[in-house]
């Protein structure tokens, strides 16, 4: 297996992007919090009030401490009133120490209430708006063309920024949990600022190092993860493959199972590699790092200690000093990476707004003009060249043919001859790259693009089986009409559905599909009958089965073409079929061969012509006999 993709170097440090990059990726915070005040304006405020409140309780905290202890001191100093807790009570010496610590013992609880109803508060804010960016990104997608669905760069675009959808939700309580402690780190060093000035100056040598360690390696972990998301992606499609309904049987019958397990473990194995590898170094580097700091602490407290002794300070000062300094460190630090894995993350997002940012290409104009209903003349391919993206051939090149309105055209053609990029270009799926469509005249890209797939009903080879109940399997084939029953019923009688349908022991509510509960799979033919139903759900003025009948029984073909053709008598058709019988039935046939039309005319017209199309008529016809 030495083809395996992804046997790239790893990422160099010089290629993670630079300082600038990263400021600039900030941005996108200011975004997300716009997307969670979209999620919820009130949670929102009840997240930041409460980390307000809470972000005064540590130095409060201190401070009490300071004067308990300075009260006890002094009361250590001073006559006992009495041998007995009761003189001492009654004396009253003791009311300011016990009010203290009553004052102390309200803080801390408030404290773990504050603590309890902020983490109640984010976790139901992150669901939500983990909510909301799955929406986003699903209403995004939406909007997009296929060529992004179909091109692998897109796809791990889309893979990055749906990690993303679920993956940022820690980001949310970081933030808020950065202000929180903003406010903090300055109530705490104003005080210690007043003891002792310099002692602030120690403090950058106790967290920059452990700062930059930690930038360093978000980075790296970025980059990483990054780099390794076509293997990713690979990973997901093959444990798909190796363990879903759908391939069971020809990875049973091939015996490809171990040859997917071999390669599942090399690919894993590989990414493993590399996170062990920047796993270990962070570990080390970590803990030299916080060895540094916790010497600074020490250095720090050793002359706290030594000034209280020579009397500087009191016992109460030595305790507040000693505390706001070690609280300091600490949130400097937690502040610093906290700022860092900020930036990280924003890298993150980067994947996940840069996702919101592509553009579709193919929109509507800003004028469109109606789709004729009915189609009046025609729909015309004026010498229309393709080229599907990042390819050098063209798909289809020089291509001038006329649809007449009523009219229903075959196309016939060897397996990648064009004939379903035809019909991408009919549906605007793609535009051209050469000459243009028009429709009764019009240009197609003069009409908005939902009003073109309002007007067009069609099946490709590979549609979809839904797991949804048989209804909403037609259904979806107009989404609007989803609800009446009357018309799905009578496009299931069109398309030969109904008596596949009479069958099922939930009739039009039977889950369809093996994925879920209950489900009951159809055969390749009945599927393809569910299927052609759906294009029966629009009124289209131009119906288009791309191969619609592959799978379906001689009988049922004839069945179904007899029926389509009568249906469609006065409706534009565009037929693709690989089987004769059902071309033959068609008003004329374009024969394509490598994007162009090697030969037109009604099936006796070709046959006549003793060209291509009679050779492979003949060949089949050959194999029937
Ligand atoms: N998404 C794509 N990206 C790049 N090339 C493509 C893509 N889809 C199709 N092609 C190429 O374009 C050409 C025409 O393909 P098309 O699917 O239109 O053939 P077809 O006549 O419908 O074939 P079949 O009978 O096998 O369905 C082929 O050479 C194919 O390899």
Redesign the pocket.
């Known amino acids: 297996m030495t083809d395996l993709p992804g046997r790239r170097p790893p990422p160099l440090a010089s290629k993670t992007p630079s300082f600038r990059e990263r400021v600039d990726n900030l941005r996108h915070l200011g975004r997300l919090l716009a997307q969670i005040w979209r999620t919820s304006k009130s949670l929102t405020a009840a997240s930041f009030g409460l980390r307000l409140v809470a972000s005064l309780q540590p130095i409060a905290l201190l401070y009490v401490g300071k004067l308990i202890i300075d009260e006890v001191v002094r009361l250590t100093g001073s006559t006992p009133p009495g041998p007995d807790f009761a003189d001492w009570w009654s004396s009253g010496a003791l009311t300011p120490v016990i009010v203290l610590l009553l004052v102390e013992l309200a803080l801390v609880l408030a404290s773990d209430l504050l603590t309890r109803i902020t983490g109640l508060v984010d976790s139901i804010l992150s669901e939500l708006h983990s909510n909301t960016v799955s929406v986003e990104l699903m209403a995004h997608a939406a909007t997009l063309d296929l ?1 992004h669905f ?1 091109s692998a760069e897109y796809q791990d675009k889309l893979e990055r920024a749906r990690r993303q959808a679920a993956g940022r939700n820690a980001l949310l309580s970081q933030m808020f949990g950065q202000a929180q402690d903003i406010i903090t780190v300055a109530t705490l060093a104003a005080g210690l600022f007043v003891y002792a000035p310099w002692l602030i100056l120690l403090l950058p040598l106790s967290f920059v190092p452990a700062v930059w360690g930690e930038a360093r390696f978000n980075t790296l972990a970025y980059m990483m993860s990054r780099w390794r998301t076509p293997e990713r992606r690979e990973l997901e499609y093959i444990r798909h493959v190796g363990a879903s309904a759908e391939t069971a049987k020809e990875i049973k019958l091939f015996g490809l199972g171990g040859f997917l397990i071999e390669r599942f473990k090399t690919l894993a194995q590989r990414i493993f590699a590399d996170n062990r590898r920047i796993a270990m170094q962070r570990s080390f580097w970590g803990a030299l790092f916080s060895a540094i700091s916790t010497l600074t602490y020490y250095g720090a407290y050793g002359f706290i200690v030594w000034r209280t002794i020579v009397g500087d300070f009191s016992i109460g000062d030595l305790a507040f000093l000693s505390g706001s300094f070690l609280r300091l460190n600490g949130l400097f630090q937690k502040l610093l990476l906290g700022f860092t894995q900020i930036a990280g993350q924003s890298m993150y997002l980067d994947d996940l707004f840069s996702f919101f940012e592509i553009e579709p290409g193919i929109v509507s104009p800003a004028t469109p003009k109606p789709f004729p209903d009915p189609i009046a003349s025609g729909i015309v391919f004026e010498d229309v060249g393709f080229r ?4 050098r ?1 063209w ?2 090149r020089h291509l001038s043919f006329t649809l007449q309105a009523g009219e229903t055209l075959a ?1 016939v ?12 270009l009919l549906t605007r799926l793609y535009d051209p790259d050469e000459g243009r469509i028009t429709v009764d005249g019009i240009d197609l890209r003069d009409f908005a693009v939902s009003d073109i797939h309002a007007h067009i009903g069609v099946i490709f ?1 590979d549609f979809i089986r839904y797991s949804l109940s048989a209804r909403d399997n037609i259904g979806v084939g107009r989404i609007e009409a989803q609800q009446d029953m009357e018309r799905i019923a009578s496009a299931a009688e069109r398309s030969l559905a109904d008596a596949v349908i009479a069958k099922l022991p939930q009739g039009y509510d039977q889950q369809l599909g093996r994925l879920f509960n209950k489900g009951r799979d159809l055969s390749g033919g009945e599927w393809q009958k569910v299927a052609i139903a759906r294009a029966y759900m629009r009124d289209a003025g131009l119906i288009i089965l ?2 619609p009948t592959a799978a379906l029984d001689a009988k049922a073909e004839a069945e179904v073409f007899s029926r389509f053709k009568s249906l469609a008598a006065g409706k534009t058709a565009v037929i ?1 079929s ?1 089987r004769f019988s059902t071309v033959r039935m068609a008003d004329r046939i374009l024969v ?1 061969e490598n ?1 162009a039309i090697l030969e037109a005319g009604t099936h006796a017209e070709l046959l006549a012509l003793r060209g291509h199309y009679a050779e492979l008529f003949e060949l089949q016809a050959a194999g029937y006999r």
């Not at 053609?413 to 379903?420: H, L, M, S, V, Y």
């Open positions: 060529v179909e599907y993206p990042d390819t051939t798909a289809l196309l053609g060897e397996n990648g001859a064009g004939k379903t990029t035809i019909v991408k080879q791309d191969e693709i690989h394509l994007g």
